[in-house]
């Protein structure tokens, strides 16, 4: 009986032992979900960066581009006012510090 007993217990230790390595493999793999669910969410959320800033940056572009074509004008406006007033352009090349081909780009803007 003794032998029986002793038996039972042994087997009934080894399924606990087999029990806790399948529990622990559980609480594992559980752990693991955790984990790749927070990974593909902060991913999700790092791509969303990269979408804002190329559409921030588009905008900014854009403002920059906007604005470059205003003082243009007003540069290509006030050159015209010089010539209008009998400058030549290579008077208002060689007061500017340009040449007289850039003068004429900016004239050609104002037209």
């Known amino acids: 009986m003794a032998y029986t007993e002793s038996t039972r217990n042994k087997r009934a230790q080894a399924r606990q032992a087999r029990q806790a390595v399948r529990r622990q493999r559980l609480d594992d793999a559980r752990a693991d979900l955790r984990s790749l669910k927070a990974f593909l969410t902060a991913n999700c959320r790092l791509l969303e960066?990269?979408?804002w800033l190329d559409d921030k940056l588009a905008d900014l572009h854009a403002t920059a581009e906007s604005r470059r074509a205003t003082h243009r004008q007003d540069a290509a406006t006030a050159l015209a006012d010089m010539t209008a007033r009998?400058?030549?352009v290579e008077?208002?090349?060689r007061m500017a510090g340009m040449t007289t081909?850039?003068?004429h780009n900016y004239l050609t803007r104002s037209a």
Do not use: L, Q
Request: glycine share 8%; hydrophobic share 50%; no cysteine.
């Open 86 to 88: 009998g400058m030549s």
């Open 101 to 103: 081909e850039t003068v």
């Open 91 to 93: 008077e208002i090349a």
């Open 49 to 51: 960066v990269d979408v």
